[in-house]
């Protein structure tokens, strides 16, 4: 069973940088496109970014980019989001999701998620 799970959310300062990861387990990260997404109180899941299985094609949403950067280590079955220029906006519980043969902009294309870490932004 795949499992993903995020970590590194905690309160920051706006201004601020923080990375994010994504353990998986129960199959090789290698197999995965990946993505994250995040959603604040009141809000729809929004996509912030994604990644290729391989790393070489990036993409990400308007809100984020310039600022934010997704990458990945299949070696070591993780997935990270480096986030700098940190925005009050920014606040949101941040999920990683993973599928074997989608890939894209869309939640419906991930078939595993993770459970979420808060990050917070104070102004």
């Known amino acids: 069973q795949v499992q993903l799970v995020e970590s590194g959310g905690r309160l920051v300062q706006a201004g601020d940088s923080l990375r994010l990861s994504c353990a998986v387990s129960g199959r090789m990260l290698s197999s995965f496109a990946m993505g994250w997404f995040r959603q604040a109180p009141g809000k729809e899941r929004e996509f912030v970014a994604g990644?290729?299985?391989?790393?070489?094609?990036?993409y990400y949403g308007d809100p984020v980019k310039g600022r934010f950067t997704i990458s990945r280590d299949n070696a070591k079955n993780t997935g990270f989001l480096q986030m700098t220029s940190l925005k009050a906006e920014d606040t949101a519980v941040y999920y990683c999701?993973?599928?074997?043969?989608?890939?894209?902009?869309?939640?419906?294309?991930?078939?595993?998620w993770g459970q979420g870490t808060q990050v917070t932004v104070s102004s």
């Open positions: 999701a993973a599928d074997q043969t989608g890939r894209g902009t869309a939640t419906a294309v991930y078939s595993y």
């Open positions: 990644i290729s299985w391989s790393g070489i094609s990036t």
